[in-house]
């Protein structure tokens, strides 16, 4: 093959243009998948204070857990904390937009829920907020999936997709997974 | 000969003694995991595990061993003595030092953080100390790297400087841009707080700052297995280079387009914005590229030795090139890996389909196959290549050489595939012991066990790598005369180069002004915004 | 003559390299800063200007959906929080007179180790542990009907005082006679919980380099009738002062069985 150093650069130079077109097309779909379907990663620049994440407001202990507001938006919120999460079990109503908000009193830990494209890490001084729709009925796991410590292993929730007209939010707002 | 060849066999052998006694710790890593019952199982020890293999192979082997390498590709391809010999040996002492105080306090149970060190949770400053020293000694290396090169540019102006060179001294620049993410982390951040200074930590900012280390760094590792790709692999089948200036590019691709991607580490985390996540996402698309152009570079290299060799047809050439020898079959099963685990970088780099597998086995199967297999095999391959120059002898058969890369690439391909399936069922990372009464989680044992399988094919396949390597030792030496290195020739060699190509000022800069609209917010944002401090939790044994 | 050639090849190559880094990162710009967000906010009806604020994370939330509204308050399990200088203050040595005197000597001895097993031995606790609890005591979080009335007479410098102080005690010794023989379920709960309970290990909080949380008291040497009531108080939420259930999500997975092992293996046993 005696090609000449010209020919050889310009072999190179039209994979290259096909290199380029081809990472073009992953570039594209991201970007159609964004601008159609509005897919973004979880980012949410909210800061709390994780020294005080227990005292009052959103995230004290009696609040946690799925609540629904007057106009029908479903929110849960959930703490991860070393090593449960609490509330160790949240009901979410199918085919419903959801928020899911999370926080973190103290080290990183990270969620993903079995069987859905839910994940997101939860940083100590963030929180985590993911907008879902759950499309299958059932109980799903929801582990830890970053390491937080030695108890890491044993840090598993329980999500609990149930069909809407089995959702029942109580006369405050509250669903739980004894009642829904 | 080269001069250093003390100096390079030391850095090596300690690489491989590293390599090997992590690989034990990988093992016993996948027995816990599995349902088998495993000895020895707690959290305690599990943890203490992860970090030490993962500090390992991550910051240890991989680093001696690029040292080493680079010390070998200076004098050979050069062909001039290492300048600094003496500084050499400081950073070979500083790295031997470093990785023995890390361990140790690993195994005192002191420093269970894992290699991404995870701030708040903080471990004995004696950890990270072993690390900084680590860094520090291949610090020294780089600036040899870079002396080295300067001075051979100087007497011999206009030359162009050998592309295994040029290559090690991209990666060398490559290597003082990466470090520069975890040092700020350590130096500002998580050794105060391991000396006790600092109570609190802005998480945020560490992860910011370690991704900004951990992605370039995969692509430190990667880069000596490029090398070979292009210097010594063409050589090898008996064939040439085709492009030697196509070579140059893509190293300099990847020294440009490493660096300002970190954050696609971060794509599920909330202290970073949608935008600066796209923005790194589409420079990580750019990164894909000096790898597609690599393979079809060497890919036509290989056609050219197959077609001197009588490879006849579209694909015929394939058939025909050397497979006997240990460089050329490595190159292919390299290849192989590489598909693989390539196709799963580009899932990952999608954060739609990244949300499916992020910190999901998917993660730990997918770099145990880019790195530990398209590169750590190159490793290999890299090693029985020099140790006849190094040593003077040639091996007894080359047999048991390719047996043992045979091995390497079917324990990977086991182990790692059914852990890709694993991790897109959702089994979750980091985890010592399985509830396997959970049916869910019951349909993942089998295929954690076929998992251990293949680590076992590993482990098998690093002690017959260190026996083979302690064979050339049972041979006599070559008495005629030094067995010298040889560099793959390009089809056409160039007489000059533009300096862009042979220097790397103008790619500096491209870096610096990358970089700064990739990082320059992302990591102000930290001091504008002022996030609240997480409390230090301390895993030292300390309050 | 060397000099002039390279530099003429050279300057192809830094345009066109320039020219795409520059391209390559105008283009993300453009996506990620403008196009992305304005086109997702608009489909929702946030505006422009809120969209891009969040896409570049200026202001809270998703560019593409609506942020949620803040929810009620609700009361707190405990009133207390940590902060950097209160723990810089807790891990000095202290003195306090109050430690010795009748009202604290009366039930946890006068060096901190109580002469009867219901009560908690203080010696060698942790400073931020006794802290929280007297906090908690005092606020009401945490009820008992001798300690909420001395906690509630206690200023906080007298808190700090005391925690300081009795950390610095030493501990119980063991009488080795004494020492129980440990059976394996319970080394295995301590050593390595259990995952089909999704119990973690209790060497995962209270092991000496667990990194657990910061509150963690220390349970070598604790008294066993103490320790065995306080599991069965987390167990049935008599106790409520853990934050997020830490200790009411485990006890009330222990078995009553349980309980009294686990007791009886932090009151006696040397090694931990």
Redesign the interface.
């Known amino acids: 093959m005696p090609e000449t150093e010209e020919a050889i650069l310009h072999s190179e130079f039209r994979w290259a243009l096909v290199a380029v077109g081809m990472v073009s097309v992953i570039m594209l779909a991201l970007i159609y998948a964004g601008l159609v379907q509005h897919i973004n990663p979880p980012s949410n620049i909210e800061n709390i204070d994780p020294n005080t994440l227990h005292l009052t407001g959103e995230f004290t202990e009696a609040n946690l857990g799925t609540s629904v507001d007057a106009t029908g938006q479903v929110t849960s919120r959930i703490v991860a904390t070393q090593f449960t999460f609490q509330p160790q079990c949240f009901v979410v109503p199918e085919n419903h937009p959801v928020i899911l908000r999370f926080a973190s009193p103290d080290v990183v830990h990270g969620i993903l829920i079995t069987g859905t494209n839910v994940n997101t890490m939860v940083v100590p001084g963030y929180i985590s907020q993911i907008h879902t729709v759950f499309t299958k009925t059932g109980d799903l796991l929801m582990p830890c999936h970053e390491y937080c410590g030695l108890g890491h292993s044993e840090m598993w929730a329980t999500v609990r997709v149930v069909p809407k007209d089995e959702f029942k939010p109580d006369a405050a707002g509250r669903a739980s997974c004894a009642s829904g | 000969m080269p001069q250093a060849k003390r100096l390079i066999l030391a850095h090596l052998w300690f690489a491989f003694a590293a390599l090997a006694a992590a690989a034990v710790l990988g093992v016993w890593q996948m027995w816990a995991r599995s349902p088998l019952p495993a000895p020895f199982l707690t959290a305690e020890a599990y943890f203490a595990s992860v970090t030490a293999h993962g500090t390992t192979m991550a910051y240890v082997m991989t680093t001696l061993f690029i040292m080493g390498f680079g010390y070998y590709v200076a004098e050979t391809a050069l062909e001039r003595a290492l300048p600094g010999r003496t500084w050499a040996w400081l950073g070979f002492v500083l790295g031997v030092v470093g990785a023995l105080m890390a361990a140790a306090t690993v195994f005192a149970g002191r420093a269970s953080v894992l290699y991404t060190f995870y701030p708040p949770l903080i471990a004995s400053s004696f950890y990270y100390m072993g690390v900084v020293l680590v860094v520090v000694g291949s610090w020294i290396w780089c600036g040899l790297m870079i002396t080295a090169m300067a001075v051979w540019k100087r007497a011999n102006p206009g030359k162009p400087v050998p592309l295994a060179m040029f290559a090690t001294v991209a990666n060398a620049i490559l290597w003082l841009w990466t470090t520069v993410g975890v040092a700020a982390e350590l130096f500002f951040q998580v050794i105060p707080a391991a000396l006790g200074w600092n109570l609190a930590i802005d998480v945020g900012l560490s992860r910011t700052l370690f991704s900004w280390t951990l992605h370039a760094i995969v692509y430190f590792w990667l880069i000596p297995a490029y090398i070979a790709f292009y210097t010594m692999a063409p050589q090898a089948a008996g064939g040439r280079l085709y492009s030697d200036t196509m070579g140059r590019l893509a190293f300099i691709l990847f020294l440009i387009y490493s660096l300002p991607v970190g954050i696609h580490h971060l794509l599920m985390d909330p202290e970073q914005a949608n935008a600066f996540k796209f923005l790194q996402v589409s420079l990580t698309a750019l990164v894909v590229v000096p790898t597609l152009l690599t393979v079809f570079t060497i890919g036509a290299s290989m056609e050219i030795a197959g077609r001197l060799r009588g490879g006849r047809g579209l694909l015929g050439w394939i058939g025909a090139l050397p497979w006997d020898r240990p460089m050329v079959l490595a190159t292919g099963l390299s290849f192989l890996m590489l598909w693989f685990g390539g196709l799963g970088g580009l899932v990952n780099m999608s954060y739609g389909m990244n949300a499916m597998v992020h910190n999901t086995s998917w993660v730990t199967a997918h770099f145990h196959l880019i790195f530990g297999g398209t590169a750590v095999i190159m490793y290999f391959a890299i090693s029985y290549a020099i140790w006849p120059v190094l040593t003077n002898r040639n091996p007894l058969s080359l047999r048991p050489q390719r047996i043992q890369l045979w091995l390497w690439f079917i324990g990977m391909m086991i182990m790692t595939l059914p852990w890709h399936y694993l991790g897109l069922l959702g089994q979750s990372r980091r985890v010592a012991t399985f509830d396997y009464a959970n049916p869910i989680i019951a349909a993942w044992g089998p295929w954690v066990v076929v998992s251990l399988f293949g680590g076992l094919i590993l482990f098998a396949s690093v002690l017959l790598f260190l026996w083979n390597l302690l064979e050339f030792h049972r041979t006599p030496a070559v008495i005629a005369e030094a067995l010298r290195a040889r560099y793959a020739l390009a089809v056409h060699p160039p007489r000059r180069v533009p300096s862009t190509l042979n220097g790397f000022a103008l790619w500096n800069v491209l870096v610096f002004i990358i970089m700064a609209a990739a990082y320059g917010y992302p990591i102000a944002q930290f001091f504008v915004i002022g996030p609240p401090q997480a409390i230090v939790h301390r895993v030292d044994g300390t309050r | 003559m060397?000099h002039t050639?390279?530099?003429a090849?050279?300057q192809p190559?830094?345009l066109w390299?320039?020219i795409i880094?520059l391209l390559?990162?105008a283009?993300?710009?453009v996506?990620?800063?403008l196009?992305?967000?304005v086109?997702?906010g608009h489909?929702v009806g946030i505006d422009p200007f809120t969209a891009?604020c969040?896409?570049?994370?200026?202001?809270?939330?998703?560019?593409?959906?609506d942020q949620?509204?803040?929810?009620?308050?609700?009361?707190?399990?405990?009133?207390v929080?940590?902060?950097?200088d209160l723990?810089?203050t807790l891990?000095r040595p202290g003195e306090s007179s109050l430690a010795t005197a009748d009202v604290c000597a009366g039930c946890h001895g006068a060096r901190g180790i109580a002469p009867t097993s219901q009560f908690p031995n203080l010696a060698g606790q942790?400073a931020?542990a006794i802290y929280k609890q007297l906090h908690d005591y005092k606020s009401g979080s945490r009820v008992n009907a001798i300690m909420t009335n001395i906690a509630q007479a206690l200023q906080d410098e007298d808190i700090i005082n005391l925690s300081t102080h009795f950390a610095s005690a030493a501990e119980r010794g063991l009488d080795q006679k004494t020492s129980e023989v440990v059976d394996e379920d319970t080394l295995r709960l301590v050593?390595?919980?259990?995952?089909?309970r999704?119990?973690?290990?209790c060497?995962?909080?209270h092991?000496?380099?667990?990194?657990?949380?910061?509150e963690t008291p220390s349970l070598s040497r604790q008294n066993k009738e103490y320790l065995a009531s306080q599991l069965h108080a987390f167990k049935s939420s008599d106790r409520r002062n853990d934050?997020?259930?830490?200790m009411r999500?485990?006890a009330s997975k222990l078995s009553d069985r349980e309980v009294e092992t686990l007791a009886t293996f932090y009151a006696s046993t040397l090694a931990y």
């Open positions: 060397a050639q390279p530099e090849l050279d190559w830094r390299a320039s880094v390559a990162l283009f993300s710009v996506f990620g800063f196009v992305l967000p086109v997702q489909s891009i969040r896409a570049i994370g200026l202001s809270p939330g998703s560019p593409a959906v949620p509204r803040s929810a009620a308050k609700a009361e707190p399990t405990t009133r929080a940590w902060s950097t723990l810089r891990s942790s931020i050593e390595r919980g259990d995952p089909a999704g119990l973690p290990a060497n995962a909080c092991g000496f380099n667990s990194g657990g949380p910061i934050i997020y259930t830490r999500s485990i």
